[in-house]
């Protein structure tokens, strides 16, 4: 029994003796480069588009605005409205960066009852994501691609294919940084 006391007595000392380092909370996180590449991102934004006949709906322009903001130093909120064929839309999206990942990460919800998911890379001037969605019964890959055209505009390019060889425009247009607000 003293021995077994002692036991309790010796890991009771050990467990003072850990040094106060080791005690002390871990340090906040700290955004990285590609956190800040999404910077580019922040501000008002006039978009317009043209949306191809298919299994996204019957096609037609579009228009709308982006009001994107940062969310800490770590994400990119937007409050998307617009209109077009298929009558008025909004959604919020939130961009990031998964560094266990190595990839960007796009996350949106919008009224005709999508939720969407992406991961995107950056070569340059040109971001790229790719995701899964099902679109009436059938699975479709998308490839979603934003060319910066300078610090006030970006062209961009929606396709789909079926197969993840064959690619079909989808929608494409651009967007415009607006000034002042």
Not at 9 to 25: E, K, R, S, W
Not at 82 to 90: D, H
């Amino acid at each position: 029994m003293k021995r077994f006391a002692a036991g309790i007595l010796a890991a009771a000392f050990a467990a003072v003796a850990i040094p106060a380092t080791a005690q002390q909370p871990p340090e906040m996180p700290k955004p990285g480069p590609e956190h800040k590449k999404l910077s580019y991102f922040v501000g008002h934004w006039k978009t317009e588009g043209d949306m191809k006949p298919g299994p996204m709906g019957p096609g037609g322009k579009f228009s709308g605005t982006d009001d994107c903001k940062w969310l800490g130093e770590f994400f990119v909120t937007c409050s998307t409205n617009g209109s077009g064929s298929m009558g008025k839309i909004s959604g919020i999206g939130v961009m990031g960066y998964d560094a266990a990942k190595k990839a960007y990460t796009w996350n949106g919800f919008n009224s005709m009852g999508e939720n969407e998911s992406a991961a995107g890379t950056v070569d340059g001037k040109t971001w790229t994501y790719t995701n899964e969605n099902t679109m009436g019964g059938k699975t479709y890959k998308g490839r979603y691609t934003m060319v910066e055209q300078g610090a006030d505009a970006y062209t961009y390019k929606l396709e789909m294919s079926e197969d993840g060889k064959n690619w079909m425009t989808a929608m494409e247009g651009k967007s415009t940084k607006v000034a002042g607000k």
